[in-house]
């Protein structure tokens, strides 16, 4: 099913679910505490439209999205059964529970969602920001490997020592502290030097050592 027809039927069901609400007007008696009802199912059919809506549209994969409108289902089917305990009792029972008291238990419930959706909302940027910061570092560190790689063709001859300097890149820890951002800028300004073609064993081996050094910094900082 493509997006366009997953959109079509969101909205469908979403108009379904509206037009059960508005027939139950042809068997329940007609009060405010079932306007206010019928108000508030409106508003919860709607919101689980937009999340839905919101969900089939967005192309990040983070369990935020797909929990936003799960929680909107929680939301929707607790102030259901909320609602029908008080128009069930208004119409199958004598007298009613107070409608000030319906109207502030129907607050607490949606104060209750949204307080869970504003604390999905912060879990999600920071797992945005850590996976830019992921991605950040995995580029960078990336990115010395290539240098270095791209020297074994420009200098054949040494391929061994340059082999060692990808290597030890290759299976370094890219999550650093930004602490030692000073030494990986050594890093890679070393592996820049070596477009010269002088000293590359040495500097190969200084390298090893900077990262091996670097390293053993980064583990001990988690």
């Known amino acids: 099913m493509n997006s366009v027809n997953k959109k079509n039927s969101i909205i469908l069901i979403a108009v379904i679910m509206a037009a059960v609400a508005t027939s139950l007007f042809l068997v329940v008696k007609l009060t405010a505490l079932f306007i206010v009802a019928y108000i508030v199912a409106l508003i919860g059919i709607a919101l689980l439209c937009i999340g839905n809506l919101y969900l089939l549209s967005s192309k990040k994969n983070y369990p935020w999205f797909a929990s936003f409108p799960m929680t909107i289902w929680r939301y929707l089917i607790s102030q ?100 030692l951002s000073a030494y990986e800028e050594q890093i890679r300004r070393g592996i820049m030097n070596m477009n010269d073609g002088n000293n590359i064993p040495q500097q190969c081996a200084q390298l090893l050592l900077q990262i091996a050094d670097r390293n053993s910094r980064v583990k001990m900082l988690k």
């Open 80 to 179: 259901l059964l909320l609602s029908a305990v008080f128009v069930l009792r208004e119409n199958l029972f004598e007298g009613s529970f107070p409608l000030t008291v319906f109207i502030v238990l129907h607050f607490i419930l949606h104060a209750f969602f949204a307080v869970l959706l504003i604390l999905q909302k912060g879990g999600k940027d920071i797992i945005e920001a850590r996976d830019a910061a992921v991605k950040e570092k995995v580029a960078a560190l990336g990115m010395m490997r290539v240098d270095a790689e791209s020297l074994i063709g420009k200098f054949p001859e040494y391929e061994k020592e340059l082999r060692q300097v990808v290597d030890a890149l290759r299976y370094s820890d890219p999550m650093s502290h930004p602490s």
